[in-house]
């Protein structure tokens, strides 16, 4: 009897931890909020930051519903912009490696690079980005759906109307595409991952990408 | 009742839930330390920072702990309390139970939801299988007695037959 009781309270536990963690329906998201200036004072070109003739380049392959990518946006881009690019060592680009929907037949994570394209359009990549990361609520489930993400960019002041015509016209769809066929070709691991002056990092947090970036500054001859 | 050597379940179940500590501990740390993740096969960064990685704010990692240490402790409590051998075989075969079936549900959201998987994840998991597999062993002696295992008295002695105590309550094997 005790036996029948133990399995009977684990099922209705396990089932309980099961309900707290289902996947999200998507139907509770917050509103869009637009992220505040992300690197004042920093060069911005397009999708890079920084002195274009850096001797280190590091680019970041990343998808804008990748936790890993929005942890490293929120939390770490900004301390390597100040450690490193803001100092003249690196130039630092961003490009799209969109997957996490193909699993589910969606386009949220392709549809938020396109729309990071279109906001690149009028100048507004890098504030564009960072509200992207902002406004990340899990995946798949309507945080980067077209109408967030045109409140992301009414949010940031930007063209609306311009705005809406680049998502509507598909007009950055091959873009993107390339870019993620150029990801795909680099065999990254996951989301995100790093090149260091074009060779492909192990990046398992901050530290390894400063080593990484050490490194090739002091092959560089460069001292920080 | 005395005591007397560990069966060969309760040995594969206390190695695996000792196992079990240090992959929930590391898992624990790593959750607020990035840089301490080790990941050699899988993308455990990807599955450690999903909206699943934590349950009511805290990280999935450290229920698991909790878990395997009071495996640990049942553990303990048959070996030094022979007469609660029962209730803390069906106590740590329950919460291995719960802990399997949470663990399978984790490794489903890990293949199909978050399409990444986690190699100390998935060490965590198997590990709870091997402890539930364990547990059941012992629940099924426990509730079974083997012919070929003598019986225990209150004085410690192999006996056939006058009980002191309910067979049921001082198997342990």
């Known amino acids: ?224 | 009742v005395s005591r007397r050597g560990l069966a060969w379940w309760q040995v594969v179940s206390f190695g695996a839930a000792l196992a079990g500590t240090g992959v929930a501990a590391y898992l624990t740390r790593v959750h607020f330390d990035e840089d301490a993740l080790i990941c050699t096969v899988g993308d455990c960064q990807t599955v450690q920072q999903s909206e699943y990685a934590e349950l009511w704010g805290i990280p999935i990692a450290l229920p698991g702990l909790g878990m395997y240490l009071t495996i640990l402790a049942l553990g303990a409590v048959r070996w030094w309390w022979p007469n609660w051998y029962g209730q803390a075989t069906v106590a740590a075969f329950a919460l291995a139970l719960s802990g399997a079936l949470y663990a399978v549900y984790l490794t489903y959201l890990e293949l199909v939801i978050i399409d990444a998987i986690c190699q100390w994840c998935v060490a965590s998991a198997l590990l709870t299988l091997v402890i539930l597999a364990a547990e059941g062993v012992g629940v099924w002696r426990w509730l079974e007695p083997a012919a070929d295992e003598p019986d225990v008295t209150e004085t410690g002695r192999a006996s056939s037959g006058d009980r002191a105590v309910p067979a049921s309550r001082v198997r342990y094997r």
Not at chain 1, 141 to 147: C, M, Y
Request: hydrophobic share 45%; glycine share 10%; aromatic share 8%.
């Open chain 1, 1 to 224: 009897m005790m036996v029948f009781g133990a399995i009977g309270l684990a099922l209705v536990v396990a089932l309980v931890l099961v309900l707290v963690n289902l996947p999200n329906g998507g139907d509770d998201l917050p509103a869009v909020v637009a992220a505040s200036e992300s690197h004042p004072g920093v060069p911005a070109d397009g999708r890079s930051l920084g002195d274009p003739n850096a001797p280190v380049v590091v680019i970041e392959y990343g998808d804008y519903q990748c936790p890993g990518c929005g942890q490293f946006a929120r939390d770490l881009e900004p301390r390597l912009v100040e450690e490193y690019v803001a100092t003249g060592l690196v130039r630092f680009e961003f490009r799209d490696y969109a997957f996490l929907d193909q699993r589910v037949n969606g386009s949220e994570s392709q549809d938020a690079a396109a729309a990071a394209f279109c906001a690149n359009d009028q100048g507004a990549f890098w504030r564009y980005h960072a509200t992207l990361y902002t406004n990340q609520h899990g995946e798949n489930r309507g945080a980067f759906s077209e109408d967030r993400l045109r409140a992301m960019a009414a949010a940031l002041g930007l063209d609306t109307a311009q705005f809406g015509d680049c998502l509507n016209d598909g007009t950055y769809e091959n873009a993107v595409a390339a870019a993620n066929a150029d990801a795909e070709a680099l065999n990254l691991g996951g989301t995100p991952s790093f090149t260091v002056n074009g060779v492909v990092i192990d990046y398992s947090g901050y530290d390894s990408l400063t080593a990484a970036i050490d490194a090739a500054l002091a092959e560089a001859g460069v001292s920080r």
